[in-house]
């Protein structure tokens, strides 16, 4: 594909309602990434895939957060009962390789505002 | 667990002024070192990289970026900028074992002015 592509590109939801984000990588990237930026920071990781073995997910802040990619390609991001610390923009990144020298492509995001 | 300090947050210059962004990280081992650049409604583009060799990386649009080892810093650099270079700038770093996650600055604010 073009690039990686996500959706929805907005989303607010009530405080307690779930959500659920979409990434899609690029055609064929083995590696895929979740990343959550909350205002004025830096994106912080969430979560890496390597095809569909969630291989670290050491950065997800809560059990209310859940990743999947269960076809190697496609990954959605699913947050439980959102709380208003849940705001920021979600960023999905992907990258050909495993590899630590591999560049990560990012997409647009999603920004999720919960009121 | 690494870290990536910024020095500045926003950063107002005028056109044709000289930029020097600082980024300092904290580790103890083999790093790779990028800078991501991000326009006003666009997303993260990588604008540089380093992994290894010659210390001064050169990017896109003129860019370029000095990694002095004994200073654990990658400070990015342009001679002269340009009112189209008024963006977000994230450095990065990622540890050089396995496929290691991006550790990301809190990002500098670069507003030029025309």
């Known amino acids: 594909g073009a690039g990686v592509s996500q959706s929805p590109r907005y989303k607010v939801a009530k405080r307690g309602q779930d959500v659920a984000l979409r990434c899609d990588p690029i055609s064929g990237h083995v590696s895929l990434f979740w990343y959550q930026q909350a205002l004025g920071q830096g994106p912080e990781f969430l979560t890496y895939?390597?095809?569909?073995?969630?291989?670290?997910k050491s950065g997800l802040p809560s059990d209310r957060f859940f990743a999947e990619r269960p076809e190697g390609s496609v990954s959605t991001l699913k947050i439980q009962r959102t709380q208003q610390e849940d705001s920021a923009v979600y960023l999905c990144a992907s990258s050909a390789l495993q590899g630590s020298t591999d560049t990560q492509y990012f997409g647009p995001g999603t920004r999720l505002t919960v009121l | 667990a690494q870290s990536v300090s910024q020095h500045n947050h926003h950063v107002i210059l005028s056109e044709a002024a000289s930029l020097e962004l600082g980024c300092n990280y904290s580790y103890g081992g083999t790093v790779n070192l990028f800078w991501y650049v991000q326009y006003p409604g666009q997303h993260l583009q990588l604008l540089l990289k380093?992994?290894?060799?010659?210390?001064l990386v050169k990017g896109i649009k003129g860019f370029e970026a000095e990694f002095i080892k004994s200073k654990f810093s990658f400070n990015l650099r342009k001679p002269s900028v340009q009112w189209s270079d008024t963006a977000e700038y994230f450095c990065?770093?990622?540890?050089?074992?396995?496929?290691?996650?991006?550790?990301f600055g809190k990002g500098t604010m670069l507003l030029v002015s025309p």
């Open positions: 380093y992994f290894s060799g010659d210390p």
């Open positions: 990065a770093v990622k540890t050089n074992s396995g496929y290691s996650t991006l550790t």
């Open positions: 895939f390597q095809n569909e073995a969630q291989l670290d």
